[in-house]
């Protein structure tokens, strides 16, 4: 079956070789960015491959990465570059890229938030070398704050020869909303930037299709806006309609899909209280938010303090936005870190954001 999500995209895709035009030709000091915006299923993903497929010159780099989304943990996006790639030429601290790299004997982090993200900007000037290069970040609304960070980082990185492709759902669907919005404005900031919003496909392209899957059919315009009206023009559920009735006539498109049979489950009824309760606490509308502030006992103070690390600021930086001394605030992540049994200031911010706390992020005075 052919990909759907490609039907209506042809500007898209021509944005995107024009993009990487400017790339290869290096007239620009900094990456070239496109980000692509859109609902789940409508083909952000298919869209990026395939343009992918269409550079001409070849990328002599391709670093591609997504999150790990029921277990968002620091740089998961710089993990998944380096996944099974061979590092041992890096000229980096091995322990700081084992700990980047989230290898399960990887030391306890000791650098600093602003040191391991500038090592985790030249682990990526490492990798792309000399270019041309296509950095690839696939769901940046399930990424941890770090990787945020750092996305952020190399979109402006001087000398870095790539066209940096992000693809996201709304930010209102991100893991960190608030950090989501502030990456995706830092992102759509950049000189040139290309940006591009997939929406759900009109009836007409939706025809096209139907006589692509169907060749010699003529769908008429009932059959064409019944689909339409069903799928809500979203590719992914066109794709799963097509492939319920594959082997079948067109005019099948109108049958009701069969429903299936619900399944008896094998396990026990506490095993399943066991496996509802281990399930990540990163559903949309997950009832801990305010809870865990409780159940670790935070003062005002601290839930601000909490706030900046998830925004990543160091302590001098909480320390000039909330108007207190260095040393307090040192005072206050060591509350922090004891109260949620986090073992770094990175960890208790994944706390925070595992748990969707409303907390406050201060911005630098």
Not at 196 to 218: D, I, M, N, T, W
Not at 287 to 300: F, H, K, M, N, Y
């Amino acid at each position: 079956m052919m990909p759907v999500s490609l039907v209506g995209r042809a500007s898209e895709l021509a944005e995107f070789d024009r993009a990487w035009s400017t790339v290869v030709a290096g007239r620009r000091a900094a990456p070239t960015v496109a980000v692509v915006t859109g609902d789940a299923g409508v083909g952000k993903s298919l869209l990026v491959a395939a343009a992918l497929e269409a550079l001409t010159p070849r990328p002599a780099v391709v670093l591609s990465g997504a999150a790990r989304v029921h277990s968002p943990a620091p740089y998961d996006w710089l993990a998944a570059v380096l996944s099974g790639r061979d590092t041992s030429d890096l000229d980096l601290p091995p322990d700081a890229l084992a700990w980047l790299a989230q290898h399960p004997t990887s030391p306890r982090e000791r650098y600093t938030p602003g040191a391991l993200l500038r090592l985790a900007v030249r682990t990526v000037r490492l990798l792309v070398g000399a270019g041309p290069a296509v950095l690839v970040v696939e769901d940046l609304h399930a990424l941890d704050p770090a990787s945020l960070n750092l996305i952020g980082e190399l979109a402006t990185a001087a000398e870095l020869p790539a066209l940096l492709v992000v693809a996201t759902r709304p930010a209102g669907e991100a893991v960190a909303p608030d950090l989501a919005v502030r990456a995706l404005s830092r992102l759509c900031g950049v000189r040139g930037v290309v940006r591009q919003h997939l929406g759900p496909l009109r009836a007409a392209e939706v025809a096209e299709l139907l006589s692509q899957v169907y060749p010699g059919a003529r769908p008429s315009g009932r059959l064409v806006s019944a689909v339409w009206r069903r799928t809500g023009g979203n590719p992914f559920a066109l794709t799963e309609l097509l492939a319920a009735h594959a082997g079948h006539p067109l005019e099948a498109l109108l049958r009701p899909l069969p429903t299936p049979a619900p399944r008896q489950s094998t396990r026990s009824a506490g095993s399943r209280r066991a496996a509802e309760s281990a399930r990540p606490a990163l559903r949309a509308g997950h009832p801990v938010a305010t809870s865990g502030v409780r159940e670790a006992e935070l003062t005002g103070r601290e839930v601000e303090v909490l706030g900046c690390l998830v925004a990543g600021m160091s302590n001098k930086q909480v320390a000039k936005a909330l108007g207190i001394s260095v040393r307090t605030v040192t005072v206050h992540v060591s509350n922090l870190l004891r109260k949620t049994g986090a073992a770094s200031r990175t960890e208790v911010a994944l706390w925070a954001v595992q748990r969707r706390l409303p907390v406050p992020v201060p911005v630098e005075r």
